[in-house]
């Protein structure tokens, strides 16, 4: 099969397996509480029509802003107001999948990124799941997404550098999985992907537009790392004549096309931090949910846009919109 061929029929699969986002039953507005519980864990229920947002909100120094009720957003889609069916100030159950480069380039390294990464399984909560994706010459999933931190934390230790840099199979394969774990329920979880590299893609068979279609369908939030070494560092002020500059656009447009955030080190030291910064994120993000008043299935991209009412100097960071879904293909019978 060709490259070609191959990138159509991973296209057309996902899209059939595909869940827009997870969602609540249409209501006035649900300050979230719980519907059932397990050994405490609150657990929210939805319907697949709901578009659910992940908000974070910073003010002028950059600190996250708490303390907000429902009354005080105003959520627009391709500029008309919508009306708010779900509000949650609390921190949710979270899917997070770690993603780590192993090609050859990360062995000096690695050992202090999987420490990195280990601290961010550590600060998981027993509601939470997590997978560990690896991806060099070739991507996989060394552990799937569930509750199981110990063996995420092995799974993260072995890991060994070899080969090139498939960056995009690595999201695609994590972010298919996120998708597929909606099937079977519908409760009401951030979903995120945490994403460490050193440079760009090099041996994918999934390309750059088939990564963020899906994201902007799934409604998963992408961080992204991108580790530097000192000469790509000292070329940071002029990227239009450095090669880092492809690497850069592509996980910068990643993260901020879903709400997340790009970071750069040229100091391994510094991933623990980084790390922490993002766990620390996702549990201080606010997670606000509408029904589209527009029901046309057109498969167009709806542009998204959150306001803070009556509060000039807070920030919003959200994805920047979501794919609408697809019209119906249906069989006739003669057709078969």
Not at 78 to 104: C, K, W
Not at 245 to 250: A, E, G, I, K, T
Request: proline share 4%; glycine share 6%; net charge neutral.
């Amino acid at each position: 099969m060709s490259p070609k061929r191959q990138r159509t029929v991973i296209s057309v699969a996902v899209f059939i397996c595909l869940v827009i986002a997870a969602s609540h039953d249409a209501a006035p507005v649900l300050e979230a509480q719980a519907a059932t519980t397990l050994a405490g864990t609150p657990v929210f229920r939805g319907t697949v029509d709901l578009v659910s947002l992940n908000v974070t909100l910073t003010n002028g120094h950059n600190q996250p802003v708490g303390g907000l009720t429902a009354g005080d957003f105003a959520i627009f889609e391709d500029g008309v107001q919508q009306d708010l069916s779900f509000f949650s100030s609390a921190r949710l159950p979270m899917d997070v999948a770690i993603l780590l480069d192993t090609s050859s380039s990360m062995s000096p390294v690695l050992a202090v990124a999987q420490d990195a990464a280990i601290g961010l399984v550590e600060s998981a909560q027993h509601a939470d799941r997590v997978s560990v994706t690896e991806f060099n010459d070739r991507a996989n999933i060394l552990h799937s997404l569930s509750s199981d931190m110990d063996s995420a934390i092995r799974a993260i230790r072995a890991t060994s550098p070899r080969g090139s840099t498939a960056l995009y199979n690595g999201l695609y394969i994590a972010m298919t999985e996120m998708v597929r774990s909606r099937r079977n329920t519908q409760d009401i979880r951030k979903q995120a992907v945490v994403v460490l590299s050193d440079g760009q893609d090099t041996s994918s068979l999934v390309q750059y537009e088939d990564v963020m279609e899906l994201a902007n369908q799934s409604g998963i939030v992408l961080y992204t790392i991108l580790l530097l070494s000192p000469f790509d560092a000292r070329q940071l002020n002029d990227l239009k004549t450095s090669k880092f500059s492809q690497s850069l656009f592509v996980m910068r447009s990643f993260a901020e096309a879903t709400g997340g955030v790009t970071f750069l080190t040229s100091n391994v030291r510094d991933l623990q931090g980084i790390y922490s910064k993002i766990a620390t994120e996702l549990a201080q993000q606010y997670t606000l949910g509408y029904m589209s008043t527009n029901a046309r299935r057109d498969g167009q991209f709806r542009r998204i846009v959150v306001r803070v009412i009556g509060h000039p100097d807070v920030r919003t960071r959200t994805r920047s919109g979501y794919q609408a879904p697809k019209p119906s293909v249906s069989i006739s019978p003669s057709s078969r």
